[in-house]
């Protein structure tokens, strides 16, 4: 542990209040916001990968979820976003807990066989059911009001998000360090030995799961409100592998790890459109020379190298 | 009705054959090293485009397909070399990283080499249809299971009677004692790596004159072959063989029968049903922890 585990916190939420007024234009803005949204996704993901030490290949399935939640409840039965949003949430959070506790009794890489067929399935029940996702060609998705106040225009889903995103890095901070962060990291370190001294190790493992695939949900929901638009492209394969790529490659178990790769990979594809049809080679070459030559991923093997702890 | 059932059974064992071929790729390789190789789809991928590539190229069939079946061993091998022995023993997730990193790869060339195209192979003997019982037979399927047969015997004979093959059977059993006992289990590595890349490429070859292919193929066989894995109990080779035709077969009767937009979520739903009531796959074994 360092000094203070909060000094990272500080140091993005002063980058968040600044850069509204630094980017250039909205492109750079829209872009930051992704990389916000993407950040908390993946730090509840991150919680299941570096603390369960578990793979989720199907999170963006979770994702998927909760936007459509927010696009078919209200367009199709008159529910109010935020109900829609609670219930993909509840709804997800339900699927993952009856999906991993037969799962979480087994070792080995059950929960990402698990989770991969549950996010294909998903996947094709929104390509598939049309006349209630618009299939393919995705859905637009109503906007979203609170007390009469319509969020819309970069700006406002800009501040929204940095909020969820400051108090998302606070929630797992604190976590990791309260007796369930506690429990959670002995399970990573043996679980055989955890099991001695008392943890309940498939309650823990569940209990992580279910939490990172609420998260996924939620932060569906906040996506297809602020794209306006949902595509079953937001919930395939392609999309799980990035978000579990962003983990690893921050840096799995490091909180800030999460935010770090975040950042770099949903920025990655605009620095590679110049390459005009090589981006898949380029962004799969990336994903193993980093697993190769940095397995620990990039801010606990920056951090080691300069002799502080994450 | 009868010719009806026939008719799903013959093109789910065809394809069923085809997924037995990658999960014998994901067993050899999962044997060898504890990885589950995600970038398998992309050798059946590999040997389905190098052998539209090569016999377009003016090569004769012959030589073009033993052509495809040598490039992707050849990448295989690579792969392993570069990236997977330098971090042997890294924790899983690095490693199905690495595999899922070199799927991008491979895919990736090949979509800024050959395009995005669909493209498709003559039949090895005709197209005329056998007629069995009201049901038609592609002459291409018995090809597919007539050489999908030879392999799973002679993978038999391999492990069980000639050296090399025992060697890599103890390595699955034990990298440790087998390293003892003086087998080179860097060279299992090597071979199991370029076994499982030929098998894949040979199933991609087999089954393009029947189903098209393209660069992007080999995501969803890929994944359909690692369920037939898993289905027959990881690590099992027996057990891949009779998960990809269970696979492939189960594919075929829901796509007929339930429903054809559900084909792809067949595989998956069943993954889902055997983790949930039978997680050690049909033919697992048991296995124990040591603390």
């Keep these: ?50 603390f369960a030490g578990q793979i989720s290949l199907g999170h963006a399935g979770f994702l998927g979820f909760g936007a459509y939640a927010t696009a078919v409840l209200p367009t199709h039965f008159g529910w109010h976003p ?25 070792k080995g890489h059950y929960l990402a066989m698990a989770t991969l ?9 929104v390509r598939t059911e049309a006349q209630w996702t618009g299939g393919p060609d995705g859905m637009p998705v109503p906007a979203m009001s609170l007390a009469g106040f319509e969020i819309s225009g970069d700006k406002h889903w800009y501040w929204l998000v940095a909020l969820v995103l400051s108090v998302s890095v606070w929630a797992s901070l604190n976590m990791i360090n309260s007796p369930f962060g506690r429990a959670l990291r002995a399970l990573h370190g043996s679980e055989v030995a955890s099991k001695v001294v008392g943890v309940d190790v498939v309650r823990y493992k569940v209990a992580i799961f279910v939490l990172s695939a609420m998260f996924a949900s939620f932060m569906g929901s906040i996506t297809a409100h602020y794209v306006g638009f949902v595509t079953p492209n937001l919930a395939d394969f392609f999309h799980s592998i990035e978000l579990v790529t962003m983990v690893v490659i921050g840096g799995m178990a490091s909180v800030y ?8 990979l949903t920025a990655l594809p ?30 606990p093997t920056l951090s080691a190298r300069f002799g502080r702890g994450d | 009705m009868l010719a009806e059932f026939l008719q799903f059974l013959f093109s789910g064992i065809t394809v069923g054959a085809i997924y037995a071929l ?13 990885v589950i190789n995600f970038a398998q789809g992309e050798f059946i991928m590999l040997g389905g485009m190098l052998a539209v590539y090569f016999s377009q190229a003016g090569l004769p069939l012959p030589v073009a397909l033993v052509l495809a079946i040598l490039v992707p061993a050849i990448v295989g091998v690579v792969l392993e070399k570069l990236a997977i022995e330098p ?68 993978l038999w004979y391999f492990f069980n009677r000639t050296l090399h093959g025992k060697a890599m059977l103890a390595t699955s059993f034990n990298r440790v004692a087998a390293e003892l006992v ?3 289990t860097n060279w299992v590595l090597f071979l199991s790596f370029a076994m499982s890349a030929a098998l894949g490429a040979l199933g991609g070859i087999l089954v393009t004159p029947l189903t098209l292919t393209s660069y992007d193929v080999g995501i969803m066989l890929g994944l359909k072959g690692f369920v037939a894995a898993v289905v027959g109990g990881l690590g099992n080779g027996l057990g891949a063989v009779l998960g990809g035709l269970l696979v492939g077969i189960l594919e075929a009767m829901g796509a007929g029968y339930i429903s054809s937009a559900y084909k792809d979520a067949m595989p998956f739903v069943l993954i889902l049903l055997i983790l949930f009531f039978m997680p050690r796959g049909l033919f697992g074994g048991k296995s124990t922890d040591r603390v």
């Design chain 1, 270 to 299: 605009q620095a590679l459109t110049s390459f005009e049809g090589w981006e898949t080679v380029a962004f799969g070459a990336i994903l193993m020379l980093s697993m190769i030559f940095m397995p620990k991923g990039l801010v």
């Design chain 1, 82 to 106: 935020l109900l829609a949003m609670a219930a993909g949430a509840v709804a997800a959070g339900a699927l993952a807990a009856i999906v991993a506790r037969p799962i979480f009794k087994l």
């Design chain 2, 182 to 184: 003086g087998i080179n």
């Design chain 2, 87 to 154: 971090v042997k023993g890294a924790e899983p997730v690095t490693l199905i990283i690495i595999t899922i990193g070199a799927s991008l790869v491979i895919r990736g060339l090949i979509q800024v080499w050959l395009g995005k195209n669909t493209f498709s192979l003559p039949a090895f003997s005709g197209d005329v249809p056998l007629q069995i019982l009201g049901a038609t037979l592609m002459p291409q399927s018995l090809w597919v299971l007539g050489i999908t047969a030879i392999v799973v015997v002679a």
């Design chain 1, 117 to 125: 067929g549950l996010g294909i399935i998903i996947n094709i029940v």
């Design chain 2, 22 to 34: 990658a999960a014998l790729g994901f067993t050899l390789i999962y044997n060898a090293s504890n």
């Design chain 1, 257 to 264: 790890g999460s935010v770090v790769g975040a950042v770099l």
């Design chain 1, 1 to 50: 542990m360092s000094k203070n585990p909060y000094l990272g916190l500080y140091i993005i939420m002063a980058v968040l209040l600044v850069l509204p007024f630094v980017l250039p234009n909205s492109f750079y803005v829209d872009l930051a916001i992704r990389m916000a949204i993407n950040a908390v996704i993946v730090l509840g993901l991150n919680l299941l990968i570096g």
